[in-house]
């Protein structure tokens, strides 16, 4: 295991800083030692990312697709030294880690074909109109340019598909950014495994040395470094919402301000209504408990909080979900910090008042393990309790009980801004509860009906954000192909000679893509 | 003259709390008190704008263009009462309050085409695969709804276009945000008219009361209260980089981060290159002239750097620029502050090592009169002289003369952030000079060929924005219908009822606008 920092087409490391990987689930310390980056290593890779930016900013759309394609290509060709390094140091099963890498290729690939498709430049003509009175109208056109270098934090839980080569490195590199990956130090050596196989990628298709760094650090020093690094021309990370906040506020004191794209915590509240709980109680219990402890609740987009009205019906749904939940097994968290701030947590919420445990897996946790559970409280002691509004990141679920309609509205109302809502309903009782609906929609990015928010479609129309605390800026998707766009900035050019435009905006449509032509879209 | 609050349908003012506006051009203080806007009336501003957003941001597009077209109407019937005190209060001639007028007349007029058209709000569709393997994709669909109250701050150099009911309150109010402006001292009696013309629109049109207020203040107290305010979801400044750049610091602050659209200080250089120096150097002097005077140089695009070699084609244009400055007339600037730090900027450019005056009107200013002035500088001194990249706002140009093409290279590489760059020269060279022409697009946001950067267009494809430090967000544009992106954010409804959908995302495709469908463009 080859424990190097990845500075471009070069590795790089001083032997005698070093950090060590502890696997979750074998509970050891894994084979390979990683070198921190040491602060030339870091100036060497933003300096290298900066001057590759200025070619490959202008490399072809197809031929970013062939890089992409050719990432995808490696990251298979790994096989079992992967999935088997990934498994050990995440915990995660290997249908999942398979499932994982696949959707982290989908990816690559999707991307591949928008970067070669070209549309996503959103570029606009206007027409010149040489006899315009009272002044003539010059000819205008725009389009999205990239960035610049884009530093992006990995996510511990999913070490493929939001890390070294997820959607953030896949969606800035389509849109012609150099990218600077912070290691997550929980998967060390996926990520070695991955960098590297971008960095074959690169080479193989021809890419500017510095188009990709991967720098290992420890603790927040290595991070800090990047974000207030003069070179940097946006940041992505996915995490808690303490590691975000923290990466805002620190971007926010640098000379030149620059987006900050961080998906943070979310407890994705679902609204039972009557009829539903009534019809069908039994059934979404179900479905809740595999939604609750699917990936061992560690999920951005895990339900943490069930709210319907009390009575019978939701008598009967709490103990069907009790039982579920006590028939689940615990299993192995993504590391150490993750399983004890789950226990701190869930422990945190259940000494609230009015807060009852009302089942929990009926196996001990051993090692990391998460042990899934759920309780209870009223509408009223949950708005009331500021505490009882954050993730339990883990398998747990809070449900809220509340008194009538007008405390289940007020229990909406007092939802900071959430990645998903759901609202599980009958069709006439949904068009009945229009105004709630309504209310839960304003809070959250994406809202779902009957369904459970966890599963994140990778597509065109998918969006994964949010108001604040969910994201710091949701205007933008880390997810699906709308994501390239957080990478780019628009240029307009005036009176520009056509040898000289980018091809995208040239007459003729040289690329055959979408565009406007004095407001009207075609292939024109 | 009623100098009161317009707070929703109600005007309020405490008597004893007021200001009043100095003419620059009359040199006396005009009628009318305005009240400075109380914390009590702050908070009730806010509280209605977030109870009108909750009917507003539902409120169809086609009535918003009723609302955006009628305050065009009000604006047009106020004819000569709103023409004589915006000249009195700016000092800027009829012929240019008239334009100026127009331009927001038409900006309005365009918004509400924007919002019955109703395609900006990229709506996109994926269908439902019920039956894909391993798992079902759902139905999935996504606009941008509004982000909520927006708070526009008011630009003293342009008191009707970027003011009251300029571009940001228009594209705010047709995204469905409401808008409560922050007036400028200089002009309150222009925005007291503008507002009560706004007011009488959303009165005539059925509006819900909050959906506009304007606010007076003195200083930074009331902004900075603005900005902090958490019913506040984004901001929307043109002006200085200093205020721009308080109000992105203490915005960095909220609790609940927001979008800072600030639109600030621009140097927009001009490059010119050695064949179109030769062959038409006098011909760019005279026009180079008209631009940098042009609204007494009080715009923000104004060319204040002129970037060629030095030579016998650079001493005639040197020559002719100074000529032809020495004919211009000062003319009044538009308050006592701008017209001061004019001259304090002007002179500290005029005292750095190397920097020489080669031309000044022959006429000496009175009163607030900007005396417009050009100097020149050599390459040299100019790089490594930061205070010669800062704006001078007013009629003042510096000629930087290189001493070859390398020496050239490096002064555009020492540039900041701009809203624009300009290139002179014929075609072939500017084919030959690709490198310094990418160079100088990478650090702008419009850049034109053989033109000048003064004059806006508005239309689909312009870009009025730029790197930091022209912008606090380079990513958004202030003018052209783009501008209205800026109070958007995207939200996906997944397997939802039909009923429920917004018109936009309903099946068959109502509202008839642009959108995609499994990622393909059409009226679909």
Redo the contacts between chains.
């Keep these: 295991m080859d424990g190097r920092n990845i500075i471009g087409i070069r590795k790089s490391g001083i032997p005698t800083k070093v950090i060590n990987v502890f696997s979750p689930s074998l509970q050891r310390i894994l084979d390979g030692s990683f070198n921190i980056a040491s602060d030339e290593e870091l100036e060497e890779a933003m300096q290298i990312a900066t001057s590759a930016f200025e070619t490959y900013k202008n490399v072809s759309g197809s031929k970013r697709a062939e890089f992409l394609n050719a990432i995808a290509d490696e990251i298979l060709a790994l096989d079992d030294v992967l999935v088997n390094r990934a498994m050990q140091e995440s915990g995660l099963p290997e249908g999942r880690i398979k499932g994982e890498r696949g959707r982290t290729v989908n990816q690559l690939r999707m991307f591949a074909k928008v970067a070669e498709e070209g ?1 996503w430049v959103e570029a ?3 027409q010149a109109i040489p006899d315009r009175q009272p ?1 003539p ?2 000819d ?3 389009m999205l ?1 990239p ?1 610049g270098p884009v530093v992006v934090f990995t996510a511990s839980n999913f070490p493929l598909a939001f890390s070294t080569a997820g959607g953030d490195t896949a969606s800035a590199l389509a849109a012609g950014c150099p990218v600077i990956v912070k290691a997550h130090e929980s998967h060390l050596g996926t990520n070695t495994h991955v960098a590297m196989a971008i960095q074959r990628a690169a080479e193989k298709t021809g890419m500017p040395d510095g188009v990709f760094s991967s720098l290992n650090g420890k603790g927040i020093e290595l991070g800090q470094k990047l974000v207030m690094h003069p070179a940097v021309k946006a940041i992505a990370f996915t995490g808690s919402l303490k590691g975000g906040k923290a990466i ?2 620190a971007s ?1 004191k640098r000379k ?2 620059i ?1 900050v794209f961080a998906e943070m915590g979310s407890i994705n509240p679902v609204l039972l209504l009557d009829q539903a709980l009534q019809n069908n109680g039994a059934n979404i219990a179900n479905q809740y408990a595999g939604s609750v402890t699917q990936g061992v609740g560690q999920f951005c987009t895990n339900p943490g909080l069930l709210v319907g009205k009390s009575g019978a019906a939701m008598d009967v749904f709490v103990s069907e979900l009790g039982k579920a939940i006590e028939g689940k097994k615990p299993e192995v968290m993504l590391n150490e910090g993750i399983c004890k701030n789950f226990e701190k947590n869930k422990n945190h919420h259940l000494a609230q008042e009015g807060v009852n445990l009302v089942g929990e897996s009926e196996t001990t946790a051993a090692g990391f393990q998460g042990r899934p559970s759920v309780a209870t409280v009223s509408g009223a002691d949950f708005i009331k309790n500021k505490d009882l509004k954050e993730e339990v990141f883990g398998p747990f679920s809070l449900v809220v009980q509340c008194a009538d309609d007008a405390e289940m509205q007020a229990v909406v109302e007092s939802f900071d ?1 959430q990645l998903t809502g759901t609202v599980m309903g009958e ?1 006439e009782e ?2 009945a509860n ?1 105004k709630i ?1 309504e209310t839960l ?1 304003s809070k ?8 459970v928010p966890t ?1 994140v ?1 990778v ?5 994964h ?1 949010g ?3 969910a994201t ?4 933008f ?1 880390s997810v699906g ?2 994501a390239i766009k957080r990478f ?10 056509q ?2 435009l980018p091809e995208e905006l040239r007459d003729g449509n040289p690329a055959g893509i ?1 565009r ?1 032509m ?2 009207e ?1 075609g292939k024109l």
């Design positions: 549309s606009s003509i206007d002044f109208k010059a205008i056109r725009k340019r960035l805002y506020d926010a030149e301000p987006p801004g069709n949904i068009i229009r609906i929609q959250v990015g994406r809202i779902i009906f009957n369904g599963g479609e597509c065109h129309s998918m969006h954000g108001p604040y605390p710091t800026d949701s205007r998707t192909t709308d780019g900035r628009p240029v307009a050019f005036q009176s520009y000679l040898e000289l979408w406007k004095d407001g879209f």
